[in-house]
């Protein structure tokens, strides 16, 4: 395997990028992402959450965290979280009905409100 397609040398990459400038917003982000697709939820959860801290008017951001929460089944964190995202102007409604990250939530009536909610009045 090249080191191109080794996720292991990314994450390591991006980790040394982090301990230069622990601030790296876009570095957060993509580590974040790399940890939760290689099954490493709680470290992607620890980005998540300083992804927040660092942005913490991004709903983008808190949307991450409600995935990562609702993986760990965190639901009542999650949803709290997710509801923050839309607050904060989060809109994909056709994203967030099929993110398999939130699969956890879909059957929950807060989840169904926060849908209800985004749905285009007609």
Not at 16 to 33: A, C, I
Request: positive net charge; aromatic residues 8%; hydrophobic residues 35%.
């Amino acid at each position: 395997m090249s080191k191109a397609n080794d996720p292991e040398f990314e994450m390591r990459f991006y980790e040394s990028v982090l301990k230069r400038d622990s601030s790296y917003t876009e570095v957060v982000e993509l580590l974040g992402g790399l940890y939760t697709k290689h099954g490493r939820i709680a470290d992607g959860l620890r980005m998540d959450r300083r992804l927040v801290r660092l942005l913490p008017q991004n709903a983008t951001a808190h949307y991450n965290l409600a995935c990562s929460l609702a993986l760990l089944k965190r639901k009542s964190a999650a949803l709290r979280s997710l509801r923050h995202a839309v607050e904060l102007g989060y809109t994909d409604l056709d994203w967030m009905q099929q993110d398999p990250d939130l699969d956890g939530l879909k059957r929950h009536p807060d989840f169904s409100a926060l849908v209800k909610e985004l749905k285009p009045q007609s």
